[in-house]
């Protein structure tokens, strides 16, 4: 029998090109960069730190967001810049419209707008961190971000905001927000505040003191610091606002139940770092138990705010948000969030899951590939038990891997954000069923020729998964049981 036969000749062309084909595969997985899951060695759980900024209502309640920001899970919802750039809800001058007013009567508040927020709010199942204060101001004239002339009295508005929403004061709610952040970034000014630190120093003083001797149960804390110093390497030189600011409170004795600090950066390690020398400074200065919170970070192309500002051409400004949330972004997001597991921070809050610029969704509540980025986190944040994974890459390629609690479905995510391997070879071991298992691509590169882009693709004890995922991209693998 010989090639040239034609019954010959075809099954010969057959196993040559299966053979060429098995080559090339074997090629591929030998440049590809191997990642580890073992399902046998648990870490605990995935630290759901995906929490947001603004509510669902977006803009002045044109688009409702209830329903997909409950699909992503957010464990926390701070109420910062809502319905920005006109924010008519949460700030204390829109509750309280008359500053002069007697705190202690219902008629002085104008609940109506932010009791509607609120409930939205409420219903997407997050819990509401409350920014007592105001939202930023980029204009040239400042209306709201000025210290109050009384500090006493002000800290008696934040306390009537208090009871409403927790007592039901004033026709109000029982929601039990535990958190209470006394104002935002003061020391960026004069967007934030036209005053000195001496006077962010006296309000925080003045309403920590009023906020824990009526409701002692409560956290208060602050001051949502946009700039917590100079990161040289691994070592953070805190600013001379955060130096004073911590002082103050230790000289004080003033309640710290949590600091709250921002990073905007294109660099998913610096969020690591500043998270490990914030939770050093808060420890060197007595504060040990104040939680961490990173409260607005995202990702800044490029490491620079150039394309975000006035002198930025529209051009430029579209495609510095294109980036933010396009796939550079999503991988940045889901890089942050995996890599933040180590880190010593209790809350985090992406800046910010509204519509429009920064958001994860468009003008119009269109999802972002951001939105995607953080859906996915919340598939492997829901599950049970992590497990370990390895061959990350700090700052470039990241991994997270999770069981549910029944052990009939498991998760992998990744995210290439950087890193120049554009193929992956992810082995699964000690997977916690008998026989082959069904993978398929939730997120992810679904073109043709991927295995993982069909559903179900039968994987054999023991195969390793082969993924092409060049940088900008994320992917979720959910691997099951074989029936």
Known sequence: MT?????????????????????????????????????????????????????????????????????????????????????????????????????????????????????????????????????????????????????????????????????????????????????????????????????????????????????????????????????????LQPSAFVTAFLRFCRAESLPLDFFSWHCYTADPQELVRRAREVRRLLDDTGFSRAESHLNEWNYLPGGSWTGATRGATPAERQRFYEQMTGPPGAAFLVAALLELQEAPVDVGCLFHGEAGAFGLFSEHGVPQKSYEAVHAFNQLARLDRRVTAHGAVPGRLAMGAGLGRDAKEAVVLVSNFAHPHGQLRIELKNLPWEGGTLYSLEHGPKSEGNPAAREGTPLAPGEAVTLPLAAPAIALLRLRPRP
């Not at 929601?175 to 036209?194: F, K, L, Q, V």
């Open 3 to 235: 090639p040239s036969d034609p019954l010959n000749r075809r099954q010969f062309l057959a196993g040559t090109a299966a053979g060429l084909a098995l080559s090339a595969r074997a090629r591929a997985e030998a440049g590809a960069h191997v990642f580890q899951v073992d399902f046998a060695q648990a870490k605990g759980r995935t630290r759901p730190l995906h929490g947001i900024n603004k509510g669902p209502l977006a803009p002045g309640g044109l688009l409702d967001l209830t329903e997909p920001q409950r699909a992503l899970g957010v464990p926390y919802i701070r109420l910062h810049d809502c319905h920005w750039p006109n924010p008519d809800v949460v700030d204390i001058h829109a509750v309280f419209p008359k500053p002069a007013a007697d705190p202690e009567r219902p008629e002085s508040y104008d609940f109506r707008l932010t009791d509607e927020y609120l409930a939205a709010t409420v219903a997407t199942g997050a819990e509401i961190i409350y920014r007592l204060g105001e939202s930023i101001e980029h204009t040239a004239h400042k209306r709201f971000v000025h210290p109050p002339a009384d500090p006493a009295h002000w800290a008696r508005v934040a306390l009537g905001i208090i009871r409403h929403y927790n007592e039901g004061w004033a026709k109000g709610f029982r929601y039990g927000i535990r958190y209470w952040e006394i104002w935002n970034e003061p020391e960026n000014r004069p967007a934030m505040w036209t005053g000195t630190d001496a006077d962010y120093f006296r309000l925080y003083c003045e309403s920590a003191r009023a906020i824990k001797a009526e409701f002692p149960a409560l956290k208060v804390g602050g001051p949502a610091v946009g700039n917590t110093g100079e990161l040289m390497g691994d070592r």
